[in-house]
């Protein structure tokens, strides 16, 4: 059987490249020798506030979306406590230049997290005052 080579490409615009990911999301704070065990424990306190930010939701897309950024980190903290790092592998560029290598859990925390964010200012919006 063929070895897959290091960087496979899906698109013009989109390779899958494997990357270990020591920082935070999207390799923020990635030389800055921030410590995985500050790191899990953070992670851990997110994950604590998301679960029960799940369990008070009394609205359904809110909490689906809450679950899947839970997911997400739950994930990272599997990876980067078994292997001091996050496993990234989607490597997104555009004529040369790279955005950090990033995996599914980066696109949950960061959209979702920006959906939760539109859906409470408009929620703010219809409340009457």
């Given at each position: 059987?063929?070895?897959?080579?290091?960087?496979?490409?899906?698109?013009?615009?989109?390779?899958?490249?494997?990357?270990?990911?020591?920082?935070?999301?999207?390799?923020?704070?990635?030389?800055?020798?921030?410590?995985?065990?500050?790191?899990?424990?953070?992670?851990?306190?997110?994950?604590?506030?998301?679960?029960?930010?799940?369990?008070?939701?009394?609205?359904?897309?809110?909490?689906?979306?809450?679950g899947l950024v839970?997911?997400?980190?739950?994930?990272?903290?599997?990876?980067?406590?078994?292997?001091?790092?996050?496993?990234?592998f989607l490597d997104?560029?555009?004529?040369?230049?790279?955005?950090p290598a990033f995996?599914?859990?980066?696109?949950?925390?960061?959209?979702?997290?920006?959906?939760?964010?539109?859906?409470?200012?408009?929620?703010?919006?219809?409340?009457?005052?």
């Amino acid at each position: 059987m063929a070895r897959p080579s290091a960087q496979q490409t899906l698109a013009p615009y989109l390779d899958l490249t494997l990357s270990h990911n020591r920082g935070v999301t999207f390799g923020l704070f990635n030389a800055a020798g921030t410590s995985s065990l500050l790191i899990i424990g953070l992670t851990g306190a997110i994950v604590a506030v998301l679960a029960v930010l799940i369990l008070r939701s009394r609205r359904l897309v809110p909490a689906l979306c809450l679950g899947l950024v839970l997911g997400g980190a739950i994930g990272n903290i599997v990876d980067r406590a078994r292997d001091g790092a996050v496993t990234d592998f989607l490597d997104f560029h555009i004529a040369g230049a790279h955005w950090p290598a990033f995996n599914m859990a980066d696109i949950g925390v960061v959209g979702l997290a920006g959906f939760l964010i539109s859906d409470l200012a408009s929620a703010r919006r219809r409340k009457p005052a």
